[in-house]
Nanobody, 123 residues
Framework: VQLQASGGGLVQAGNSLRLSCAAS????????MGWFRQAPGKGREFVAA????????YLTDTVKGRFTISRDNAKSTMNLQVNSLKPEDTAVYFC?????????????????WGQGTEVTVSS
């Protein structure tokens, strides 16, 4: 499975972006998928995850109410709508795919990773 994240950019605080993750090489319709981010000088942290059917969604507390995760299995894509961006959301955002549907807040649950897309939020 190859994952390609896109949609990052430089935006002002309060604005929105739509991050996308496109999968190729193998169908991901049976995989859970997630987003992690890594801010400058910090470790990678969990942001959001969605199970294969889209029924189960997980968001870290700091993004609840601002970020929305979704997927389109027919198109092998996953999206992260990020609204009301804050400077502390500045990070490289990575998408990942997992063959399990538990422990999705942890990096070790994921077998496949994309290269990341950079989000910079100015104040």
């Amino acid at each position: 499975v190859q994952l390609q994240a896109s949609g990052g950019g430089l935006v002002q605080a309060g604005n929105s972006l739509r991050l996308s993750c496109a999968a190729s090489g193998r169908t991901v319709s049976t995989y859970s998928m997630g987003w992690f981010r890594q801010a400058p000088g910090k470790g990678r942290e969990f942001v959001a995850a969605i199970n294969w059917s889209g029924i189960s969604i997980y968001l870290t507390d700091t993004v609840k109410g601002r970020f929305t995760i979704s997927r389109d299995n027919a198109k092998s894509t996953m999206n992260l709508q990020v609204n009301s961006l804050k400077p502390e959301d500045t990070a490289v955002y990575f998408c990942a795919a997992s063959s399990v549907d538990y422990g999705l807040a942890y990096e070790r649950a994921y077998e496949y990773w994309g290269q990341g897309t950079e989000v910079t939020v100015s104040s």
